[in-house]
C-alpha cells in the first residue's frame, strides 16, 4: 500500500481561487515528519515545510497554510488567491521515525495549474 | 548561500555509452541521496550515502548503476552503459544531520538524461 498518497493527479483553477491540494499518508511510527515540495515548470524542487508528528498547529506562511490532522492522517495544503505563479507539482512526502534514517517516501504529486 | 549543485543539466547520450552525473551537496551537509524521477515511477530513491559512506544502495536498479562519493563536497553517479529505460531526471540532495528523520533534505536542480 502507498504510504503517502496525493488522490488529485491534476488541478486547474483560475486566478485568485484558493485551492486546497491533499495528502493522506500511512505510517505505524508514532515519531515521524511531513513535508511538501514544490516542482516549478522549470524542474527543481523547491522545500515549502517540515511538520513533525507532535505538533498538530495549523501553519501559515503568507497565501500558503497547512492543515495536519493525524485523526485523518493527512497533510494538507491550501493555497489562498492563486496566482499563475503557482503553477507547478506540489509533493507531498514522510520520513519515519524508527530505522529508516531520513529515507523520504514521496506521493505522487499534484500537478497544479492556475490560469489567468 | 550556495544550494546542491548538479552537472551537466541536460545529458544526451547514445545508448551503450556511459554517463556520468555530478553533485557538489551544500557545504556542511552530513548526507546525501540520488533520486530519480521518472513519470510512471515518479520519485525514487537510488542510494545514499552519510559522511561518504553509502548506507543503502537498495534503490540502484541494476549493476550498471553505480555512485561514489570520495569527499564530503563531491559524488557521482556513473552508468554504463546507458540504455533508453534510464532516461529520466536525477536528482541529489543533502540534509545536515547524520540521517536522521528530523532532516529536511535539499534538492539540486536536476540533471535531465536522455539516452537515444
Known amino acids: 500500500a502507498q504510504k503517502v498518497t496525493q488522490a488529485q493527479t491534476e488541478i486547474s483553477v483560475v486566478e485568485k481561487e484558493d485551492v486546497t491540494l491533499d495528502c493522506v499518508y500511512e505510517t505505524r511510527d508514532t515519531t515521524y515528519y511531513l513535508f511538501w515540495y514544490k516542482q516549478p515548470p522549470s524542474g527543481e524542487l523547491v522545500f515549502l515545510i517540515r511538520?513533525?508528528?507532535?505538533?498538530?498547529q495549523n501553519e501559515i506562511s503568507g497565501r500558503y497554510s497547512w492543515n495536519f490532522q493525524k485523526s485523518t492522517s493527512s497533510f494538507n495544503f491550501t493555497i489562498t488567491a492563486s496566482q499563475v505563479v503557482d503553477s507547478a507539482v506540489y509533493f507531498c512526502a514522510l520520513s519515519e521515525g524508527g530505522n529508516a534514517g531520513n529515507m523520504l517516501t514521496f506521493g505522487g504529486g499534484t500537478r497544479l495549474m492556475v490560469k489567468p | 548561500d550556495a544550494g546542491v549543485i548538479q552537472s551537466p543539466r541536460h545529458e544526451v547520450t547514445e545508448m551503450g555509452q556511459e554517463v556520468t552525473l555530478r553533485c557538489k551537496p551544500i557545504s556542511g551537509h552530513n548526507s546525501l541521496f540520488w533520486y530519480r524521477q521518472t513519470m510512471m515511477r515518479g520519485l525514487e530513491l537510488l542510494i545514499y550515502?552519510?559522511?561518504?559512506?553509502?548506507?543503502?544502495d537498495s534503490g540502484m536498479p541494476e549493476d550498471r548503476f553505480s555512485a561514489k562519493m570520495p569527499n564530503a563536497s563531491f559524488s557521482t553517479l556513473k552508468i554504463q552503459p546507458s540504455e533508453p529505460r534510464d532516461s529520466a531526471v536525477y536528482f541529489c540532495?543533502?540534509?545536515?544531520?547524520?540521517?536522521?528523520?528530523?532532516?529536511?533534505?535539499?534538492f539540486g536542480p536536476g540533471t535531465r538524461l536522455t539516452v537515444l
Open positions: 511538520r513533525n508528528s507532535f505538533d498538530e
Open positions: 540532495a543533502s540534509s545536515p544531520g547524520r540521517l536522521s528523520y528530523t532532516d529536511t533534505q535539499y
Open positions: 550515502f552519510n559522511n561518504n559512506v553509502p548506507i543503502d
